[in-house]
């Protein structure tokens, strides 16, 4: 994996026209930024935007003056992106207007011994606000310091700090009252 020297190279010199240092840039950023966006927008929406982050950096890294680093600017994109899908769905209307069954019939799914504790963090992540999922995925998953995930999500280092926090405490009581269902349901 390359290092965020090396990234932010091969941004600077596709900004100035070098289609091998352009491919490089996205070969060694695609799967970060997928991650980012299968926790912000679900793995369904995850691949499309992950290719429209990577037009909108291309269409823009000649204006990319290094100020930080590539993949925070990256990341960057990637959260907006993220956010603009969200209002489009939002302004679209809906089919229907009922209950969606499929999604009510997995949150009642009790959690069992023996299901991956992955998949239940995954699932609690889903359900934490888009602020504090951001903070928790960009620091937690990531792995940007507070500082980076601030200039990624244009806030101070504090709040991203308290939502991380915020974040923590929340996905431990999801993953406590998941337990505690399991252990009932036996």
């Not at 900004?15 to 970060?32: H, K, Y």
């Not at 290719?51 to 680093?69: D, K, M, P």
């Not at 999922?133 to 101070?156: D, S």
């Amino acid at each position: 994996m390359a290092d965020d020297t090396q990234i932010t190279e091969w941004a600077l010199a596709a900004g100035r026209g070098d289609q091998v240092a352009a491919a490089a840039f996205i070969r060694s950023t695609q799967r970060e930024v997928w991650r980012f966006l299968v926790h912000l927008a679900g793995r369904d929406e995850a691949e499309d935007l992950t290719q429209e982050t990577f037009v909108r950096a291309l269409r823009s890294v000649h204006r990319f003056a290094g100020r930080s680093h590539a993949r925070t600017w990256l990341l960057s994109i990637a959260r907006r992106v993220a956010v603009d899908q969200v209002r489009s769905a939002m302004a679209r209307p809906r089919i229907s207007g009922g209950v969606d069954w499929q999604d009510s019939a997995e949150r009642a799914t009790p959690l069992t011994p023996g299901v991956d504790e992955a998949v239940a963090l995954q699932l609690a992540v889903r359900e934490l606000g888009e602020d504090q999922r951001a903070a928790f995925v960009l620091t937690q998953v990531i792995g940007l310091g507070y500082a980076e995930a601030a200039e990624v999500c244009g806030c101070p280092v504090g709040t991203i700090r308290s939502r991380v926090a915020r974040a923590r405490q929340e996905l431990v009581q999801a993953l406590g009252e998941g337990t505690r269902r399991s252990a009932a349901s036996e």
